[in-house]
């Protein structure tokens, strides 16, 4: 049996302003498994990912790593965000320290290694992610996907038991999309543990081993990657018949008869 990594049950958020953004999702993530989720702006998905890195408190449901409940008062947040690493839309990288010390601040700070055993882990992630020859740099002289991959190395150092991605291609342009996508298909295939909102169907459908289909807070269809050629509920068809002409795969299967593709 698979060593379940993270389950979510019966998760809820309801915003301040009395917004319902997720409201009773439930799913797991096994060991080595990459699940995406997909759904339209708006539907909750960046909440779900908050709640799991305890960047918000969900209002109700339970949240398990590796069998322990980590949304309680007594959980140690530091300790939690460096075993599950998250990687944001915006990078936030630390503008006025060099990629090298990117990488290494939360390996010394959290993990309280040497400068030197520091360096050693962050230069062996950062050969993973194929930025050896800016380790110098500042974040202000890279390109959007070297400064996306170093975030993703930052995340990788802690040697996270899950890794969680917010549209990690969203901010870029179209060209820089490509080296960042690979980055995360070469994690997959190495067998990390990844849940990855992303609105990137192909590279969702390709790459990941679950897709879970999230509608106005709700998972509205979930199921492997095949459910994107060959969705079953009518709310998936209708997303993916909605999306922009390149982001639509091949041979989407409509009943009806309406426009498609
Ligand atoms: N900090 C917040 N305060 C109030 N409402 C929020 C906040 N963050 C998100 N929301 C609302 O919650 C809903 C879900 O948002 P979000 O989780 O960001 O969706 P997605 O990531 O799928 O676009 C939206 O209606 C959004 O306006
Ligand atoms: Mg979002």
Known sequence: MPEKVLDID?????YAGGVHA?????FEVNQGESVAIIGSSGSGKSTVLRCINRLIEPT????????????TPHTD??????????????????????????????????????KGEAEEVA???????????????????????????????R??????????????TSALDPE??????ETIKGLADEGMTMVI???????????????IYMDEGVVAEEGPSSIINNPKSERLKKFLSSLHEDEVPEQIHQDEGDSTV
Do not use: W
């Open 123 to 153: 230069l062996s992630v950062l050969e993973r992610v194929d930025l050896l020859d800016r380790i110098g740099a500042y974040p202000g002289n890279l390109s959007g996907g070297q400064k996306q991959r170093v975030a993703i190395a």
């Open 176 to 181: 820089l999309i490509g080296s960042v996508l």
């Open 22 to 26: 997720v409201r009773g999702i439930s």
């Open 77 to 114: 947040v530091n300790d939690l965000r460096s075993r599950i690493g998250m990687v944001f839309q915006s990078f936030e990288l630390f503008a006025h320290l060099k990629v090298l010390e990117n990488v290494t601040l939360g390996l010394r700070h959290v993990r309280k290694m040497s």
């Open 197 to 211: 909102v992303t609105h990137e169907i192909s590279f969702a459908r390709d790459v990941a081993d679950r897709i």
């Open 10 to 14: 019966d998760l809820h958020m309801i």
């Open 60 to 71: 109700e449901g339970k949240i398990h790593l590796k069998g322990e409940q980590i949304n």
């Open 155 to 168: 995340a990788l150092a802690m040697h996270p038991e899950v890794l969680l991605f917010d549209e990690p």
